[in-house]
């Protein structure tokens, strides 16, 4: 379920996020890098909800369990703890596994692009 990321090149949201990276502190950079992981995360649950209301074969049963315990096993704060020992908020760029597990959910639940703006919330 990669396809968040793609959605955000096709609008021309990574192009944007890109420009405002080069014009701002690294700690800034990292938290709208935070907002653009989860914004593809939530992304990819909308893509799921459609893929499940066309009855698509394309997930598994499974499958989005799956992800959702992708989503948590990759957030800042736990690989950080497991690598690190600690958490340094500054310092991610994905967000924390409840962040993730969250905007996930939101794009399933919803199946609406509209409710995948991370920069505003």
């Not at 944007?16 to 992981?37: F, G, P, T, Y």
């Not at 690190?84 to 996930?104: C, I, K, Y």
Request: aromatic share 4%; charged share 25%.
């Amino acid at each position: 379920m990669k396809s968040g990321h793609h959605v955000q090149n096709v609008l021309g949201i990574s192009d944007k996020v890109d420009q405002a990276r080069s014009r701002i502190s690294r700690e800034q950079a990292n938290a709208l890098s935070v907002r653009v992981e989860l914004q593809a995360d939530c992304f990819a649950g909308v893509w799921a909800h459609v893929a499940q209301q066309n009855n698509a074969k394309l997930i598994e049963p499974g499958d989005f369990e799956q992800r959702l315990n992708t989503a948590s096993a990759i957030g800042d704060d736990r690989l950080q703890q497991q690598s690190q020992g600690r958490v340094v908020p500054e310092a991610f760029t994905h967000g924390t596994s409840a962040q993730r597990q969250r905007w996930l959910r939101r794009g399933l639940s919803t199946g609406d692009m509209r409710q995948c703006d991370t920069y505003a919330a």
